[in-house]
């Protein structure tokens, strides 16, 4: 058989990826998610999941998911609206819509389909998204498919935001902006944004992927920020803090309806198991219940800043998410190796994912002072013997190239 050329191009695609030290492969986990991991028979200490409250293997949401599957079955067998919405689901989505302080709430598979729904359900052509730079990929996929007219920001760049909205002639406007930074850790200016949204007439779409059970008493960025409005349509997932899988979008009971009827990832998509929504009751019940675990969380980040501090660029982050500032892909990738030799389990993060090499260190509440003690140790010991680099902290993300509609 005569070769393929176009295989022979992806070849040589990867290699090129290979040697600049951007190759991705996956590793095997032979254990369930948890502050301990096991990979192929070695055990080592995790510090890459977004597990922040440690529910992911949680009892109760293991009995929950084992009764709901009994209750509702295994497969929802089709899309919510053609005969796949459950008793179990609409509850939830009630439950979730006040857990927001929303009037109304709809569940989707993954955030990353929530994010396309609601931009590419309520944005089209001729409207207008402003958008920061270092939003998630989803956002920016959903942008560039709702056809709007888009225009990006600098990272938390609130006067470019202003005039890009004093310049817009469109009648209709979207802000949209991760509310946690997933790469940075840093929270968005929301209150600020939101200001700007009633002056220029426009909505803010806010995803929450990592606030939702961490910040403001689990409820999220908005709670902790002391913020409401009905021009605020909220997004939070499911499959991070809260240890389930999915999202959720809670709005204005009309714009929840015209999703509904609208949003193509809602719409064309079986929805997810029924068994998913069960263990999702039980999550909430012990975000709601277990402050001890956000308690927990907080004691690590601030023992993990204080350790560091002056030893490395870490970036102004109070969440979870701790990223470590450094010179190179190369060097990230050494010392997330160099870490895993040692027993831990952190994450080199390179471009495209970001501009700026860093580790990406996410501390759970399921980690014991112990381990993020023994963790913070080795971090020490490694970056000192790393040659000195000036290692600024410009950071900019893509996943994708948005340059020819900025
Ligand atoms: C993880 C993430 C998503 C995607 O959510 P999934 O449920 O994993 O598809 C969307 N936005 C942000 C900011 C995220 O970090």
Known sequence: MAQILWFSQLAESLAERQAAHLYRFRRVLTSAQGPQVELAGQK???????????????????????????????????????????????????????????????TLSTGYMANLAVITGLMSRGDAIFADKLNHASLNDA?????????????????????????????????????????????????????????????????????????????????????????????ATLGKAAGVAGAYIAAEQVVIDYLINTAKPYIYTTAAPPLIAAAMHASLDLIAQDVARRVRLQQHIAYFRQRLAGACTLLPSKTAIQPIILPSSEIAVQVSAALFAAGFWVAAIRPPTVITPRLRVVLSAAHTHEEVAALCEQLLRILAALPAVDSTPTTDSDGIDLSEID
Request: hydrophobic share 50%; proline share 3%.
């Open 44 to 106: 080592l200490c995790n510090f890459c999941s977004n597990d922040y409250l440690g529910l992911a293997n949680h009892p109760q949401l293991i009995a929950a998911a084992q009764a709901g599957a009994a209750r509702w079955g295994v497969g929802s067998g089709a899309s919510h609206l053609v005969a796949g919405h459950f008793a179990v689901e609409q509850q939830l989505e009630e439950r979730l819509a006040a857990w927001a302080n929303k009037p109304a709430a709809i």
């Open 143 to 235: 942008m560039v498919l709702s056809r709007a007219d888009v225009k990006r920001f600098a990272h938390g760049d609130l006067p470019a935001l202003a005039r890009q909205l004093a310049a817009s002639k469109a009648a209709r406007k979207m802000i949209v902006v991760d509310a946690v930074f997933s790469m940075d850790g840093d929270i968005a200016p929301l209150a600020e944004m939101l200001k700007l949204a009633e002056q220029y007439d426009a909505l803010l779409y806010v995803d929450d992927a990592h606030g939702f059970g961490v910040l403001g008493n689990g409820r999220g960025t908005l709670a902790e920020l002391g913020l409401s409005s009905p021009r605020i349509i909220y997004m």
